[in-house]
């Protein structure tokens, strides 16, 4: 059994952000062995490392792209190897990843997303219906759609936060939605001023009702807002994530004005005790 590593990731806390597993040393396991370790360990998402490629497991899938885990991962490869900057090879493409330590020791990463797209959100009804939300619920300044900044995410506003906060959904119509259309997570949102958000991510397809921090989902984010004039880049947006599941995240999204160049997530990592 290779080693797995364990680190929260956009937390410098390991009781908040998103739990993920890193494998190293992966080289020597196949797609079967990969699944099942991902499902043994439980997180959203495991990375296995060989070289410079990178695969994501969640406990039921593979995906082409992780955020929360490429950050897990490029901080645990500083600490092995010290802070820098290099290429990851995932299915999505090359991302490039850059660590630095912070002052108290805590090292951050900053991923650059592959180059993204946006485009109208399919049969949004049946999406809401499975959310259990109506027409109502949704904030017109920032209409339905699908992003993909190296997966692919229906982005859905809430006109409230008591609406975002209230998350209880039928998971198998979302799974079966999300299914026929190609969707990794659905990125919930709620705007509280011109660049600071609130986010919450439900993840059935991967077998998990919900991400406590999602960086594939705010690099597509900003690649949304971006790509529909709701920011003016060069700009730095900040979504806060996992409050309501008691896992508090903090990610910082940097957007570049050319509309066709990857986006910038930041977030720290810190190791969870295997106690």
Not at 103 to 111: E, K, Q, R, S, W
Not at 126 to 140: F, G
Not at 249 to 274: F, K, N, Q, Y
Request: glycine share 10%.
């Amino acid at each position: 059994m290779p080693e797995i590593l364990r680190l929260a990731a956009f937390t410098d806390d390991p009781q908040g952000g998103n739990p993920a597993g890193v494998v190293l040393n992966a080289g020597g396991l196949n797609a079967e062995e990969m699944q099942a370790i991902a499902n043994g360990v439980g997180y959203s998402e495991t990375a296995f490392v060989d070289g410079d490629a990178v695969r994501y497991f969640s406990p039921e899938i593979e995906v082409p792209f992780c955020g929360h885990a490429t950050i897990a991962t490029a901080v645990a490869l500083a600490q092995r190897d010290g802070p820098g900057e290099r290429v990851l090879k995932t299915a999505a493409g090359d991302i490039t990843v850059r660590t630095q330590q912070e002052d108290g020791g805590t090292i951050t990463a900053t991923l650059t997303s592959v180059a993204p797209h946006v485009q109208d959100a399919p049969i949004v009804g049946r999406a809401l219906a499975a959310l259990r939300w109506s027409a109502d619920d949704l904030d017109d300044a920032l209409p339905p759609r699908v992003a993909y900044a190296g997966a692919r995410h229906l982005i859905l506003a809430a006109a409230t936060r008591e609406r975002l906060a209230d998350l209880s959904y039928d998971f198998n119509d979302l799974k079966d939605y999300m299914n026929a259309h190609d969707l990794t997570t659905v990125a919930l949102v709620y705007r509280e001023d011109a660049t600071t958000f609130h986010a919450r991510n439900p993840f059935p397809v991967g077998g998990v009702f919900e991400d406590p921090a999602t960086g594939a989902a705010a690099a597509a984010f900003g690649a949304y807002l971006r790509a529909l004039g709701l920011v003016e880049a060069p700009v730095r947006i900040t979504i806060h994530q996992g409050d309501d599941m008691g896992r508090p995240s903090l990610l910082l999204v940097d957007l570049d004005p050319d509309p066709d160049s990857g986006v910038h997530v930041t977030g720290a990592a810190v190791e969870i005790s295997a106690s």
